[in-house]
């Protein structure tokens, strides 16, 4: 039975899907652009997210560590090549989570199971922000890719009326001017 959890991974996995979508609907040159005080370009952030996730995956069920092979510069093949890997891991590692209390030995140093549940969800929501930052800054409409959305269109909540009127249609992954 889905519970809290399961919903709050399932928003992940549809706020990088759709975010995916949008990027591999623009020129592949998007993924160049950065902006100040942002992780770097999208592609090197999104590439860091999606690689942060499959490594937290991992650090959380105490898996060994696989090398994965950076490629020299992001691309949307390799964005949907690590996209589908991480939404496979993530999608049951909620009915796999160690207790919340454990402590896991990191790099870094010990950390409860509880904090790097946490991390992989707050790092992923961070670096999307860094990512709708560099779109804004280059003057391109992004997503409405926040929890209200997540429920609007995965859930079928209620329409936001500060969006205006509801179009006939709900698209999954609006754009801004699609409101």
Known sequence: MPNYLHHLVHYNTWANRGLLGFLGAQPESILALTAAGVYGTI?????HLLS????????????????YLQPETASMNSLI???AIAAAKLGGLVDSLPNPERMLHLDDGDRSA???FTQLVMHSIEHRAHIGTILGANNIRGLELDAWAHGIFAHNDDWYTEWGPEPGVRAEFPTLDQR
């Open 52 to 67: 942060s996730e499959i490594s937290y995956h991992r650090k959380l069920l105490s898996l060994p560590k696989t090398e």
């Open 114 to 116: 509880a904090t790097v």
């Open 81 to 83: 090549e690590l996209s």
């Open 43 to 47: 592609g090197e952030t999104f590439e």
